[in-house]
């Protein structure tokens, strides 16, 4: 796949509309029903659900080098963001920075980040009331620990992908999962950039 295909199939790895997908990279409506069009004839699925399940790697991809050494057996370390809905970004974002005096880490649109101690406070914005917040587990090998906890009965609803580069190469990898009542749970990754 083109790089803004991976992009964008990413993205709907990660649960997020048509439309939202063209306001976060910058793009019209159109290219992304485009690209979407495309990835999911060259992978061979009928549908995004598939594609969310999909456990692709790019071959540029840090994990991609990783994922090739032996699968260790992994398993859930400690809580690494939660997740929290809220109405109005900048007030969130006011209230946990200035009010609380969480350390700001960075903002993308209406998406803000704070550090509560080594675990990321991760706040979107969104109209939904219902909204839950998200556990997010520390994983050292995501893709082994998504195969253990499958073979324990979960159901992933999106499988590993990659949700951002930094700018210093490392990689962020999620997938996610329900609990017993429903609730989504995560697990995450970072990946450190090879030389």
């Known amino acids: 796949m083109t790089p803004a295909e991976w992009r964008v199939a990413d993205s709907i790895r990660h649960g997020m509309?048509?439309?939202?997908?063209?306001?976060?990279?910058?793009?019209?409506?159109?290219?992304?029903?485009?690209?979407?069009?495309?990835?999911?004839?060259?992978?061979?699925?009928?549908?995004?659900?598939?594609?969310r399940r999909w456990d692709g790697v790019r071959l540029d991809s840090?994990?991609?080098?990783?994922?090739?050494a032996t699968m260790a057996e992994s398993s859930l370390g400690?809580?690494?963001?939660?997740?929290?809905?809220?109405?109005?970004?900048?007030?969130?974002?006011a209230f946990y920075g200035e009010v609380l005096g969480l350390p700001h880490l960075y903002t993308y649109g209406t998406l803000a980040f704070f550090d509560c101690g080594g675990v990321r406070l991760f706040l979107?914005?969104?109209?939904?009331?219902?909204?839950?917040?998200?556990?997010?587990?520390?994983?050292?090998?995501?893709?082994?620990?998504?195969?253990?906890?499958?073979g324990k009965g979960i159901a992933f609803t999106h499988a590993p992908h990659m949700i951002h580069r930094h700018e210093d190469g490392?990689?962020?990898?999620?997938?996610?999962?329900?609990?017993?009542?429903?609730?989504?749970?995560?697990?995450?990754?970072?990946?450190?950039?090879t030389g």
């Open 62 to 68: 840090a994990l991609a080098r990783r994922r090739n």
């Open 17 to 51: 509309t048509n439309r939202l997908i063209a306001e976060r990279l910058g793009v019209s409506a159109d290219a992304v029903k485009f690209h979407v069009a495309n990835v999911l004839l060259k992978l061979g699925f009928s549908s995004r659900i598939e594609l």
């Open 124 to 150: 979107s914005q969104s109209e939904s009331e219902s909204a839950e917040s998200i556990l997010y587990f520390r994983v050292t090998d995501i893709h082994a620990t998504r195969e253990q906890l499958e």
């Open 170 to 193: 490392a990689e962020e990898w999620m997938a996610f999962f329900e609990d017993n009542e429903g609730r989504p749970l995560a697990i995450m990754s970072q990946i450190a950039p």
């Open 78 to 93: 400690p809580i690494g963001q939660i997740a929290r809905s809220v109405k109005d970004i900048g007030a969130a974002s």
